[in-house]
T-cell receptor, first 114, second 116 residues
Framework: QQPVQSPQAVILREGEDAVINCSSS?????VHWYRQKHGEAPVFLMI?????EQKGHEKISASFNEKKQQSSLYLTASQLSYSGTYFC???????????????FGTGTRLTVIP | DTGVSQDPRHKITKRGQNVTFRCDPI?????LYWYRQTLGQGPEFLTY????????KSRLLSDRFSAERPKGSFSTLEIQRTEQGDSAMYLC??????????????FGQGTRLTVV
């Protein structure tokens, strides 16, 4: 049930771009993206609901390919404040209860250096 | 509303003792989740509630773990006979509910448990 993220870690210089991928073996209802800084709680970035949907948040955007059960997070012109661990959360339906649940990937540690 | 709050923020306990954590979700949120996170890992699902009903519990969760959400408001997570492997950050999150809207999960600051 846990989605798989890649890469596990990436180091960027300010201004460089990065892509973080998230894939699941199960059919997905939606994908959520969060960022967590050291010692803090995960903070919501965006949610993607439909296959092929793209969303943007300043210079951070994401896409969701429902058929491939994959999502990608795009960080452009990275800033020092982007450093942290990025998690994707995948929403799928429980066969036992019929209710939707939210499972998180293993995370991608992003470090932006001057 | 100040968001999701968890208490205590830190807990050190001796192996074999019982511990209980509390989570107060955002007031209008009917979904409440518990996750466990260890260093360098993503949040691992433990259980979730829709109002007062516990809808799902991780199959990996031992019988020593139990959670309640009386009256669909705050929730408690109890760990009995703690083991060193239980040491982790326990995160609570709440949402309006999944399945059809912009219903992101808001996380609390977590309770860091250390079993010695």
């Amino acid at each position: 049930q846990q989605p798989v993220q890649s890469p596990q870690a990436v180091i960027l210089r300010e201004g460089e771009d990065a892509v973080i991928n998230c894939s699941s073996s199960k059919a997905l209802y939606s994908v959520h993206w969060y960022r967590q800084k050291h010692g803090e709680a995960p903070v919501f970035l965006m949610i993607l609901l439909k296959g092929g949907e793209q969303k943007g948040h300043e210079k951070i955007s994401a896409s969701f390919n429902e058929k491939k059960q994959q999502s990608s997070l795009y960080l452009t012109a990275s800033q020092l404040s982007y450093s942290g661990t990025y998690f994707c959360g995948t929403e799928d339906r429980s066969p036992q209860t019929g209710a939707n649940n939210l499972f998180f990937g293993t995370g991608t540690r992003l470090t932006v250096i001057p | 509303d100040t968001g999701v709050s968890q208490d205590p923020r830190h807990k050190i306990t001796k192996r074999g003792q019982n511990v209980t954590f509390r989570c107060d979700p955002i007031s209008e949120h009917n979904r409440l989740y518990w996750y466990r996170q260890t260093l360098g890992q993503g949040p691992e699902f433990l259980t979730y509630f829709q109002n007062e009903a516990q809808l799902e519990k991780s199959r990996l969760l031992s019988d020593r773990f139990s959670a309640e959400r009386p009256k669909g408001s705050f929730s408690t997570l109890e760990i009995q006979r703690t083991e060193q492997g239980d040491s982790a950050m326990y995160l609570c999150a709440s949402s309006l509910g999944l399945g059809g809207g912009n219903t992101e999960a808001f996380f609390g600051q977590g309770t860091r448990l250390t079993v010695v």
